[in-house]
């Protein structure tokens, strides 16, 4: 199983980017799948999951509003829109899957996630 994220890169504050995670191995229809970052000192942190079925959606408070977390289960694919990026929003950006439907989302985080892919970082600018 295989986890391959892209899209990140340089961008000014105020921009856009969307990042894309896309699936193999196996099919993650029925699975929970999300991301997480991590900036440059601190800890991983949740940023955004969406259910199997993709009708429940979780948001960090930081990026509620701005980010949209989607997927193609027939492209075994999630997606991240990133709107009105922020410097603060610097980070590596990781995208993970749970075990058919296995994760949770709890006091503001999310766990039970099982395959995690390498990151992509995304970098702005003030």
């Known amino acids: 199983v295989q986890l391959q994220a892209s899209g990140g890169g340089l961008v000014q504050a105020g921009g856009s980017l969307r990042l894309s995670c896309a699936a193999s191995?196996?099919?993650?229809?029925?699975?929970?799948l999300g991301w997480f970052r991590q900036a440059p000192g601190k800890e991983r942190e949740f940023v955004a999951a969406?259910?199997?079925?993709?009708?429940?959606?979780y948001y960090t408070d930081s990026v509620k509003g701005r980010f949209t977390i989607s997927r193609d289960n027939a492209k075994n694919t999630v997606y991240l829109q990133m709107n009105s990026l922020k410097p603060e929003d610097t980070a590596v950006y990781f995208c993970?899957?749970?075990?058919?439907?296995?994760?949770?989302?709890?006091?503001?985080?999310?766990?039970?996630?099982?395959?995690w892919g390498k990151g992509t970082l995304v970098t702005v600018s003030s």
């Open positions: 993970a899957a749970d075990e058919y439907g296995s994760s949770w989302h709890e006091g503001g985080n999310y766990y039970g996630m099982f395959y």
């Open positions: 191995g196996r099919t993650f229809s029925s699975s929970g």
């Open positions: 969406i259910s199997g079925s993709g009708g429940s959606l």
